[in-house]
């Protein structure tokens, strides 16, 4: 049992940044590989970025490489994702997902994944 909750979401205008975060509590440790998806109205669920579970490989979807950067934190059993040169497309609700992992693999398929956040709204103005 893992409860997600994310933060830092808001308004801000294109060009900007932002810094969301996703703080777990329960049964959590490094063994749990974390990720960050979005969905737009009207649009398919999508991945973001996805981190392994010791913090040593990423994925970043091709939408948000070299503008997102996810990281994690375990002593504070947190994920973040920093946002620079937001775009008005990166308006979405914006969920942090975890799912345990047996090695240091990595996936991005939201099927995949057990455990998710309530999500938090991105609006990015132009």
């Known amino acids: 049992q893992v409860h997600l909750v994310e933060s830092g979401g808001g308004l801000v205008q294109a060009g900007g940044s932002l810094r969301l975060s996703c703080v777990a509590s329960?049964?959590?440790?490094?063994?749990?590989?974390m990720g960050w998806f979005r969905q737009a109205p009207g649009k398919e669920r999508e991945v973001v970025a996805v981190?392994?579970?010791?913090?040593?490989?990423?994925y970043h979807a091709d939408s948000v490489k070299g503008r997102f950067t996810i990281s994690r934190d375990d002593a504070k059993n947190t994920v973040n994702l920093l946002m620079n040169l937001l775009k008005s497309e990166d308006t979405a609700v914006y969920c942090c997902a975890a799912e345990q992992a047996p090695d240091e693999r990595l996936f991005w398929s939201a099927s995949l994944f057990e455990h998710w956040g309530q999500g938090t709204q991105v609006t990015v103005s132009s």
């Open positions: 329960g049964s959590t440790s490094s063994s749990y590989m």
């Open positions: 981190v392994n579970r010791s913090g040593g490989r990423t």
